[in-house]
């Protein structure tokens, strides 16, 4: 090395390395600097770094770079607790990662974050140093035949539409809260979601809460799970049981086809364009800012940009290096998309861990005489049955992590009960079956009537008797008609009094309800979810249950509070 030599220190493999310049003459003192970076670029900067440091010096003294490989969101949650904040869905900071003088991670969308909880934490601004943009990942099999790949463009919206109208393609994702890429994938998703709805609010809230309850049906804690979740054989049923479409970083999907995978994946470039895992180089240390900035101007060059193209990623202007291997119909040139407003991903992302977060739900059916009446516009059935239909559709959106009851009420249905149990309150993953047998067998009961406000008040409290701080607790009730109990039971007035002094504001319940029909007592209803928070949602046409019951779980995104 002539006049100098490198000393390069490695401890606990694969965790931290560090680099230090020695010159010839004994140095008097050492600028230390520290970064942290991900995985997935770790390797091209380390070999960098160790080029580099042969040459640096900061105010005549050696340079120690110690470069640490971290997961972003560890580290986001280590900067957001410098500040006493936290970021949704990161948790607080697990007590072991450290503030890095120079972070790099994978995405700006972190640093958007970082600001919405404290605009000081992060840069205005940071140097993307690499990009590698997000495509939709598909087995090659399911997207030549599916989705006419590579010749066919596809959009957002077309592939919103092919998971609506098609229950066997399966979704996944990485958890969108600590991942980058899973992040972008929802976002680009949830927003061609609602513009499905073709300017109908009603509809694009519908299709938009389908697709995150299908996304958060697939979704994997890490992407290394989700990988695995990919056919491992080309044969029908091997492609039929395995994961069909997923966000991934172009990088990802490179780095997994070189690993010759039984089922190779192909890598769909749909528009719009999601944003682009950019990895911006953010000096944390305005102390090490000199030294850092050195480093920057070596990750500019050709050499790293060649490293970068050896590990599957492209350099910053989108161009790739030496050693890139390209996917079948990659664009020539990469389009260029806008990091969004932090409250906008602030936003989709509360609403993303409402929707998902498990629930724990009891759901009651009216089984009165009514629900035998017609559905013209469903061909004839009675509601009774398309109220089931919609029921089912709807545990299609449960995972396992949820838990549900259900009930029936008219009047007189269990001795002097107005209610019955069919399935008490329970995991999904136990006793999904015992709950889709249960609403096969309900049959509405010939001139029964409608107690309705002794079943909201049992109902409530059933779900308060069993309150999960883990989850979100709720009840919800489909009714085709006003209350109407012959025994005389619970006014109005009475009903609200008695829920309001049941209520406990430490142990919030959503009360949401559902009329059915162009006879139901929408005003008291709503004067119901008024007074104990949750939400009240008519069908007048029947043949819409189905539609209206996905507007009402997508309630649970939202902070509804009594009023």
């Given at each position: 090395?002539g006049?100098?030599a490198?000393?390069?220190?490695?401890?606990?493999?694969?965790?931290w390395y560090?680099?230090?310049?020695y010159?010839?003459?004994?140095?008097g003192a050492?600028?230390?600097l520290?970064?942290?970076?991900?995985?997935?670029?770790?390797?091209a900067?380390?070999?960098?770094?160790?080029d580099?440091t042969?040459?640096?010096?900061?105010?005549?003294?050696?340079?120690?770079?110690?470069?640490?490989?971290a997961?972003?969101?560890d580290?986001?949650?280590?900067?957001?607790?410098?500040?006493?904040?936290?970021?949704t869905?990161?948790?607080?900071?697990?007590?072991?990662?450290?503030?890095?003088?120079?972070?790099?991670p994978d995405?700006?969308?972190w640093?958007?974050?970082?600001r919405a909880?404290?605009p000081?934490?992060?840069p205005?601004?940071?140097?993307?140093?690499?990009?590698?943009?997000i495509?939709?990942a598909?087995?090659?099999p399911?997207?030549?035949?599916s989705?006419?790949?590579?010749?066919?463009?596809i959009?957002y919206t077309?592939?919103i539409?092919?998971?609506?109208?098609d229950?066997?393609?399966?979704?996944?994702i990485?958890?969108?809260s600590?991942?980058?890429?899973?992040?972008?994938?929802l976002?680009t998703?949830a927003?061609?979601?609602?513009?499905?709805?073709?300017?109908?609010?009603?509809?694009?809230?519908?299709?938009?809460?389908?697709?995150?309850?299908a996304?958060?049906?697939?979704r994997?804690a890490?992407k290394?799970?989700l990988?695995?979740?990919?056919?491992?054989?080309?044969?029908?049923q091997?492609l039929?049981s395995g994961l069909?479409?997923?966000p991934?970083?172009?990088?990802?999907?490179?780095?997994?086809n070189a690993?010759?995978?039984p089922v190779?994946?192909?890598a769909i470039?749909?528009?719009?364009?999601?944003?682009a895992?950019?990895?911006?180089?953010?000096?944390?240390?305005?102390?090490?800012?000199?030294?850092?900035?050195?480093?920057?101007?070596s990750?500019?060059g050709?050499?790293?940009?060649d490293?970068?193209?050896?590990?599957?990623?492209?350099?910053?202007d989108?161009a790739?290096g030496k050693?890139?291997?390209?996917?079948?119909?990659?664009p020539?040139?990469?389009?260029?998309?806008?990091?969004?407003?932090?409250?906008?991903?602030?936003?989709?992302l509360?609403?993303?861990q409402?929707?998902t977060?498990?629930?724990r739900m009891?759901?009651?059916?009216?089984?009165?005489g009514?629900?035998?009446t017609k559905v013209?516009?469903?061909?004839?059935?009675?509601?009774?049955?398309?109220?089931l239909?919609?029921a089912?559709r709807g545990m299609?959106l449960?995972?396992?992590?949820?838990?549900l009851?259900?009930?029936?009420?008219?009047?007189?249905?269990?001795?002097?009960?107005?209610y019955?149990?069919?399935?008490p309150?329970?995991?999904?993953?136990s006793?999904?079956?015992?709950c889709?047998?249960?609403?096969?067998?309900?049959?509405?009961k010939?001139?029964?009537d409608?107690?309705l406000?002794?079943?909201?008040?049992a109902?409530?409290k059933?779900?308060?008797?069993?309150?999960?701080?883990?989850?979100?607790?709720s009840l919800?009730v489909?009714?085709d008609g006003?209350?109407?109990?012959?025994?005389?039971?619970?006014?109005?007035?009475?009903?609200?009094?008695?829920?309001?002094a049941?209520?406990?504001p430490a142990k919030p319940?959503?009360v949401?309800?559902?009329?059915i029909?162009?006879?139901?007592?929408?005003?008291?209803?709503r004067q119901?979810?008024?007074?104990v928070g949750?939400?009240?949602?008519?069908?007048?046409?029947?043949?819409k249950i189905?539609?209206?019951f996905?507007q009402?779980?997508?309630?649970?995104?939202?902070a509804?509070?009594?009023k």
């Amino acid at each position: 090395m002539g006049a100098a030599a490198v000393a390069v220190l490695v401890v606990l493999a694969g965790s931290w390395y560090a680099f230090r310049k020695y010159s010839q003459v004994s140095c008097g003192a050492s600028t230390k600097l520290t970064i942290s970076a991900p995985t997935d670029i770790a390797p091209a900067l380390k070999q960098q770094v160790a080029d580099w440091t042969e040459q640096a010096k900061a105010d005549d003294s050696c340079v120690d770079v110690e470069v640490i490989e971290a997961a972003p969101a560890d580290v986001a949650a280590a900067v957001a607790a410098a500040s006493k904040k936290s970021l949704t869905g990161v948790g607080q900071a697990n007590g072991k990662t450290r503030v890095p003088d120079v972070w790099v991670p994978d995405s700006s969308l972190w640093l958007q974050r970082l600001r919405a909880a404290n605009p000081q934490s992060v840069p205005a601004t940071a140097t993307s140093i690499a990009r590698s943009p997000i495509v939709v990942a598909v087995p090659e099999p399911i997207a030549t035949n599916s989705f006419g790949w590579p010749a066919t463009k596809i959009k957002y919206t077309d592939l919103i539409a092919k998971v609506s109208g098609d229950q066997k393609v399966k979704l996944g994702i990485v958890e969108p809260s600590r991942d980058s890429t899973g992040l972008a994938g929802l976002m680009t998703l949830a927003a061609a979601a609602t513009a499905s709805g073709g300017g109908n609010t009603t509809q694009a809230t519908q299709i938009a809460t389908a697709a995150l309850r299908a996304l958060a049906a697939g979704r994997s804690a890490v992407k290394d799970d989700l990988m695995q979740k990919f056919p491992r054989g080309s044969d029908p049923q091997a492609l039929s049981s395995g994961l069909t479409v997923a966000p991934l970083s172009e990088q990802s999907v490179i780095q997994y086809n070189a690993q010759q995978p039984p089922v190779r994946i192909a890598a769909i470039y749909a528009e719009p364009a999601p944003v682009a895992l950019d990895y911006p180089f953010v000096v944390l240390n305005k102390d090490r800012a000199a030294v850092a900035e050195q480093l920057l101007k070596s990750l500019n060059g050709e050499s790293f940009r060649d490293r970068l193209g050896a590990i599957g990623l492209r350099g910053s202007d989108g161009a790739a290096g030496k050693g890139f291997q390209t996917p079948t119909s990659a664009p020539p040139a990469l389009t260029a998309s806008q990091v969004p407003e932090a409250a906008a991903i602030e936003g989709l992302l509360t609403k993303w861990q409402a929707i998902t977060l498990p629930a724990r739900m009891l759901a009651v059916i009216d089984v009165s005489g009514s629900m035998l009446t017609k559905v013209p516009t469903a061909g004839g059935l009675d509601r009774m049955t398309v109220t089931l239909e919609a029921a089912r559709r709807g545990m299609q959106l449960f995972d396992d992590s949820w838990a549900l009851g259900v009930w029936t009420f008219s009047t007189q249905l269990d001795g002097a009960k107005d209610y019955k149990q069919l399935v008490p309150i329970g995991p999904l993953v136990s006793q999904r079956n015992q709950c889709l047998q249960a609403l096969q067998s309900i049959r509405p009961k010939q001139n029964g009537d409608t107690a309705l406000y002794d079943t909201i008040l049992a109902g409530y409290k059933a779900v308060q008797s069993g309150w999960d701080n883990g989850r979100i607790n709720s009840l919800i009730v489909m009714t085709d008609g006003e209350n109407d109990d012959p025994a005389g039971g619970l006014s109005l007035e009475q009903l609200i009094a008695e829920l309001k002094a049941t209520a406990d504001p430490a142990k919030p319940i959503q009360v949401i309800l559902i009329g059915i029909g162009d006879k139901v007592g929408e005003g008291a209803m709503r004067q119901i979810t008024d007074a104990v928070g949750g939400g009240t949602f008519v069908a007048p046409d029947p043949a819409k249950i189905g539609d209206i019951f996905l507007q009402a779980i997508s309630l649970r995104g939202q902070a509804v509070q009594p009023k």
